[in-house]
């Protein structure tokens, strides 16, 4: 059976609530499609002892301000699910879990939504799939070879599974340096960067990190000189794990191997040492698998944007992957101006 909305968001975390709230303000009649069973987007799948970078009240989605987690001034993984499993209730937005969503095809004046549990018409879509479903593994020479245990970030839970392992932990960003420095005291830990490691300075933390990609925006916007926001002060925030590691000397990290053998890593100069795993904390790329039938792909997979919303289709927006679509986007209070842009818009096209 097939059944008709306005617009059908695709993904239910922050990014699909953020805009599912402005599209209920504006009285926009919508349905947010989401993959996961429960609430709480890819923060329920995320390591054991990861946290914010930014206090709750600098970490809410539009609205609603998250709550202080007693004990902690930065939430973890778990406050943030409950977070948003509450104000998916709050704003009692048209959300429907477990239902994933495998194309979206053109029909003229509409796209039709192809899911496991049915047909959706619609005169709009957003897509706010994320990027936690395809972590990124580069093409390095001896991957195959290597008889060790090999996973990504998105397989990472805590320290105690490698107590006692020699572990190469390869990526110079935050969760290369947060997961390097879990593992310390429980494992012989090898940390592995493309450069060196470039901190933050250790009062910056989300706050700071919002506010310098609000200002590139608006530098941008004028037509001034570009002043490289976020990357212009550093790769990783210096969260106390990070910070205390760092300063304890256990987070030297080595520059890039040249390859994999089947006992470890191996450097251009000769150089080896032997693993037991390797943690690839090497990024993710947008979930965007749903939109292939549209035929919007670019130059490396890339689909090119104005703000949110597809250059080549005004019924088709993006929300929650980066820059791409909007500065900080995809953090929790990042994504709030994204999705009223993005809400406005469609507005503007239904009319």
């Given at each position: 059976?097939?059944?008709?909305?306005?617009?059908?968001?695709?993904?239910?975390?922050?990014?699909?609530?953020?805009?599912?709230?402005?599209?209920?303000?504006?009285?926009?009649?919508?349905?947010?499609?989401?993959?996961?069973?429960?609430?709480?987007?890819?923060?329920?799948?995320?390591?054991?002892?990861?946290?914010l970078f930014s206090?709750?009240?600098?970490?809410?989605?539009?609205?609603?301000?998250?709550?202080?987690?007693?004990?902690?001034?930065?939430?973890?993984?778990?406050h943030v699910v409950?977070?948003?499993?509450?104000?998916?209730?709050?704003?009692?937005?048209?959300?429907?879990?477990?239902?994933?969503?495998?194309?979206?095809?053109?029909?003229?004046?509409?796209?039709?939504?192809?899911?496991?549990?049915?047909?959706?018409?619609?005169?709009?879509?957003?897509?706010?799939?994320?990027t936690w479903t395809?972590?990124?593994?580069?093409?390095?020479?001896?991957?195959?070879?290597?008889?060790?245990?090999?996973?990504?970030?998105?397989?990472?839970?805590?320290?105690?599974?490698?107590?006692?392992?020699?572990?190469?932990?390869?990526?110079?960003?935050?969760?290369?340096?947060?997961?390097?420095?879990?593992?310390?005291?429980?494992?012989?830990?090898?940390?592995?960067?493309?450069?060196?490691?470039?901190?933050?300075?250790?009062?910056?933390?989300?706050?700071?990190?919002?506010?310098?990609?609000?200002?590139?925006?608006?530098?941008?916007?004028?037509?001034?000189?570009?002043?490289?926001?976020?990357?212009?002060?550093?790769?990783?925030?210096?969260?106390?794990?990070?910070?205390?590691?760092?300063?304890?000397?256990?987070?030297?990290?080595?520059?890039?191997?040249?390859?994999?053998?089947?006992?470890?890593?191996?450097?251009?100069?000769?150089?080896?040492?032997?693993?037991?795993?390797?943690?690839?904390?090497?990024?993710?790329?947008?979930?965007?698998?749903?939109?292939?039938?549209?035929?919007?792909?670019?130059?490396?997979?890339?689909?090119?944007?104005?703000?949110?919303?597809?250059?080549?289709?005004?019924?088709?927006?993006?929300?929650?992957?980066?820059?791409?679509?909007?500065?900080?986007?995809?953090?929790?209070?990042?994504?709030?101006?994204?999705?009223?842009?993005?809400?406005?818009?469609?507005?503007?096209?239904?009319?």
């Amino acid at each position: 059976m097939t059944q008709h909305t306005d617009v059908v968001v695709v993904g239910g975390g922050q990014a699909g609530l953020a805009v599912g709230y402005h599209l209920r303000r504006l009285g926009i009649e919508h349905l947010i499609l989401d993959a996961q069973t429960a609430a709480g987007g890819a923060w329920q799948h995320t390591w054991d002892s990861l946290r914010l970078f930014s206090p709750a009240a600098y970490s809410s989605l539009p609205g609603r301000l998250m709550p202080g987690q007693e004990g902690h001034l930065y939430p973890d993984a778990g406050h943030v699910v409950a977070y948003l499993a509450d104000y998916e209730k709050r704003y009692e937005l048209p959300i429907q879990h477990g239902v994933w969503v495998d194309a979206v095809h053109d029909e003229g004046t509409l796209l039709r939504v192809e899911t496991d549990s049915g047909t959706w018409r619609a005169r709009a879509v957003v897509s706010a799939t994320g990027t936690w479903t395809r972590p990124f593994v580069p093409a390095v020479e001896g991957r195959q070879e290597f008889t060790g245990r090999q996973l990504h970030t998105v397989h990472y839970k805590n320290p105690a599974e490698f107590a006692g392992q020699r572990v190469v932990v390869v990526g110079g960003g935050n969760s290369g340096a947060q997961i390097a420095a879990d593992l310390t005291g429980q494992a012989a830990v090898t940390w592995v960067t493309q450069r060196p490691p470039r901190y933050l300075a250790d009062d910056i933390d989300g706050r700071a990190l919002f506010d310098a990609a609000t200002a590139r925006r608006k530098t941008l916007d004028e037509g001034r000189t570009d002043t490289g926001g976020v990357a212009s002060l550093g790769d990783i925030v210096a969260v106390p794990p990070v910070r205390a590691a760092r300063d304890a000397g256990l987070l030297a990290a080595r520059p890039m191997f040249a390859r994999l053998t089947a006992r470890g890593a191996e450097w251009a100069d000769g150089i080896r040492q032997d693993a037991d795993a390797v943690i690839w904390t090497t990024g993710f790329r947008p979930a965007l698998a749903h939109l292939a039938g549209l035929r919007l792909r670019g130059t490396r997979g890339h689909i090119a944007t104005t703000g949110t919303r597809a250059s080549e289709d005004p019924r088709l927006h993006f929300l929650g992957y980066g820059d791409w679509t909007g500065p900080a986007s995809a953090t929790l209070i990042g994504v709030g101006r994204t999705a009223r842009e993005a809400a406005r818009e469609i507005r503007t096209l239904l009319s």
